[in-house]
């Protein structure tokens, strides 16, 4: 199984470039601040669009096979029905790793990867596996100072 605590710290921390197939170019949209975190933390990241030439500052190809450079990991954020093809080029350029986002199984696709020798993370969002396990979670809007587990009692009026 690829998504225990070790071999997610190791995926995360081997990688340095990650094809993301499906980077959308709307700030609201959770690939685009997924892939901004990760750019942010220092990654490599390439944008996998067709509808796009730059996305996050990047340039952005129509498919993996289009990518000129070595690619240690593909984040796929797109349907679940859709992956097959994409772990099929994933095995084609040598990528060490096939991620699909929270919500996309395919076990078809990750059966084919690990075949083929890659690591396969399913359902799983790279952002959040990321700042659980390099210590990017953060108390920023949410720390009230009180630690409980008993909810607050509202008085009525």
């Known amino acids: 199984m690829s998504d225990d605590i070790s071999t997610l710290r190791r995926l995360l921390a081997s990688a340095r470039t990650i094809a993301v197939v499906g980077l959308s170019?709307?700030?609201?949209?959770?690939?685009?601040?997924?892939?901004?975190?990760?750019?942010?933390?220092?990654?490599?990241?390439?944008?996998?669009?067709?509808?796009?030439?730059?996305?996050l500052g990047q340039r952005s190809y129509p498919d993996l096979a289009s990518i000129p450079e070595p690619v240690d990991m593909v984040d796929v954020f797109r349907r679940s029905s859709d992956v097959l093809p994409i772990a099929e080029q994933a095995i084609a350029i040598g990528a060490g790793t096939l991620w699909m986002q929270i919500g996309v199984i395919n076990e078809?696709?990750?059966a084919r990867a690990r075949a083929a020798g890659l690591d396969v993370v399913m359902d799983r969002c790279v952002k959040i596996e990321h700042a659980r396990l390099f210590g990017g979670l953060n108390w920023m809007g949410v720390n009230t100072r009180i630690i409980s587990a008993k909810r607050p009692r509202h008085i009525a009026n």
């Open 25 to 55: 170019a709307d700030w609201f949209r959770p690939s685009y601040f997924a892939a901004k975190y990760m750019l942010d933390h220092g990654y490599r990241v390439i944008p996998v669009n067709p509808k796009h030439e730059e996305i």
């Open 108 to 110: 078809e696709a990750a």
